[in-house]
């Protein structure tokens, strides 16, 4: 079983930057999909960003394109998600999770990832 656990969230004016982490521990395979997720209160969960230690491939929504950046540190075990130029619409609980192998080719299917995270609060606001 994998276990996740996000940081780095917070409270950011409009136009400032966040770094999200996702770490993972417990029984963890070298390839693997890592996807983040968002939910702002009384909207669904939508998918923003994944990335593929399996095939190398990486995914945005339109939404985020441009402006998010996913990377991952293999010694840490931990992915990252670089938000900048924010804006109040990315305010948002954000989640990490994670499935063996698999691709981010084609997006993000939420119903997919096994293993999540307990999310963090990212408030973007003046």
């Known amino acids: 079983q994998v276990q996740l656990v996000e940081s780095g969230g917070g409270l950011v004016q409009p136009g400032g930057s966040l770094r999200l982490s996702c770490t993972r521990s417990?029984?963890?395979?070298?390839?693997?999909?890592i996807a983040w997720f968002r939910q702002a209160p009384g909207k669904r969960r939508e998918g923003v960003s994944c990335l593929s230690t399996s095939d190398g491939t990486t995914y945005y929504a339109d939404s985020v394109k441009g402006r998010f950046t996913v990377s991952r540190d293999n010694l840490a075990k931990t992915v990252y998600l670089q938000m900048n130029s924010l804006k109040p619409e990315d305010t948002a609980v954000y989640y990490c999770a994670t499935r063996p192998l698999a691709t981010c080719r084609g997006g993000i299917v939420e119903t997919r990832f096994g293993s999540w995270g307990q999310g963090t609060q990212v408030t973007v606001s003046s």
């Open positions: 417990g029984f963890t395979l070298n390839s693997y999909t």
